[in-house]
């Protein structure tokens, strides 16, 4: 518990700048696209008429995810951006999960070591954890190394939120016009027609639509890391009063595989609802 909370940070020099980051963050957010890759992989390999149960799978979430953006955009929008909708959904649902894996496998041990123990292996317990020695063949279970989500990141789930905003705004300007993009900002409620249109700096609508663009890559982003971030304190910290012992499972369940699912729905359909603003 001492290292609650506790972020490694390392320095780089680049073009005489020094530049921190979370090196841990930053390896599990290119783990994570990795794995899209190979899934991508896997997924396109040996496509079927009739598909297995892994293809099953891959097709369930992109139909539900084409269904849903087709009927949100239109069928011409919705197929333009329904590869960017389905790559933002997956690699968020990745990063969320990815950080249950170390807490499997101290579980697992646990539960291995505890059957050692009964069968008279040389097991120790003490305050509710079971110690082995490293010779033993599942020890590694036991020391498995901490992993972070990327989403546990406020600056992950920042640069997510601004990644859609860019893409939001630049298809505002596309499928609008520069000029009449500009003037939604001040035609929003009360179009200001005419010459009138001279006057937008005296209307407070129009700072409210400005303000209200910032606050939606904040709301975006601050979702996302508090209940990703959230969810990590509750696992931790009962995980370390009980051990990883019984508990901790149905918490790993619900926070990490359920609120993780939920989570990347909820980001992704926000970035869909986002961009239909736009049309």
């Given at each position: 518990m001492d290292q609650l909370g506790k972020v490694t940070l390392s320095t780089i020099t680049l073009l005489g700048h020094q530049?921190?980051?979370?090196?841990?963050?930053?390896?599990?957010?290119?783990?994570?696209?990795a794995l899209i890759l190979f899934l991508a992989y896997i997924a396109t390999k040996n496509l079927k008429v009739i598909p297995g149960k892994a293809q099953s799978i891959f097709e369930?979430?992109?139909?539900?995810?084409?269904?849903?953006?087709?009927?949100?955009?239109?069928?011409?929008?919705?197929?333009?951006?329904?590869?960017f909708i389905l790559t933002l959904f997956?690699?968020?649902?990745?990063?969320?999960?990815?950080?249950?894996?170390?807490?499997?496998?101290?579980?697992?041990?646990?539960?291995?070591?505890?059957?050692?123990?009964?069968?008279?292996?040389?097991?120790?317990?003490?305050?509710?954890?079971?110690?082995?020695?490293?010779?033993?063949?599942?020890?590694?279970?036991?020391?498995?190394?901490?992993?972070?989500?990327?989403?546990?990141?406020?600056?992950?789930?920042?640069?997510?939120?601004?990644?859609?905003?860019?893409?939001?705004?630049?298809?505002g300007i596309k499928s609008k016009g520069l000029w009449q993009y500009i003037r939604n900002f001040a035609d929003d409620p009360f179009p200001m027609k005419g010459p009138l249109i001279l006057l937008f700096f005296i209307n407070p609508f129009f700072y409210l639509n400005l303000i209200g663009l910032v606050a939606n890559v904040v709301s975006h982003s601050f979702r996302l890391f508090g209940n990703i971030f959230g969810g990590f304190m509750i696992v931790v910290i009962v995980s370390w009063l009980t051990k990883f012992f019984l508990v901790p499972v149905g918490l790993l369940a619900f926070f990490g595989l359920f609120a993780g699912l939920v989570q990347a729905f909820v980001f992704t359909m926000l970035a869909v609802t986002y961009i239909q603003q736009q049309q």
């Open positions: 530049i921190t980051f979370n090196p841990i963050t930053f390896i599990m957010t290119w783990v994570s696209m369930l979430i992109h139909d539900f995810l084409y269904d849903i953006t087709v009927s949100t955009l239109g069928d011409k929008d919705g197929r333009k951006y329904f590869p997956v690699f968020i649902l990745l990063a969320n999960w990815i950080g249950i894996f170390p807490n499997v496998f101290q579980f697992a041990g646990m539960l291995i070591a505890g059957i050692h123990k009964v069968f008279g292996g040389p097991v120790e317990f003490a305050n509710m954890a079971f110690s082995v020695s490293p010779d033993v063949w599942y020890s590694f279970l036991l020391d498995a190394p901490g992993i972070q989500e990327p989403t546990r990141s406020v600056n992950t789930d920042l640069a997510l939120a601004i990644l859609v905003f860019i893409a939001c705004q630049a298809y």
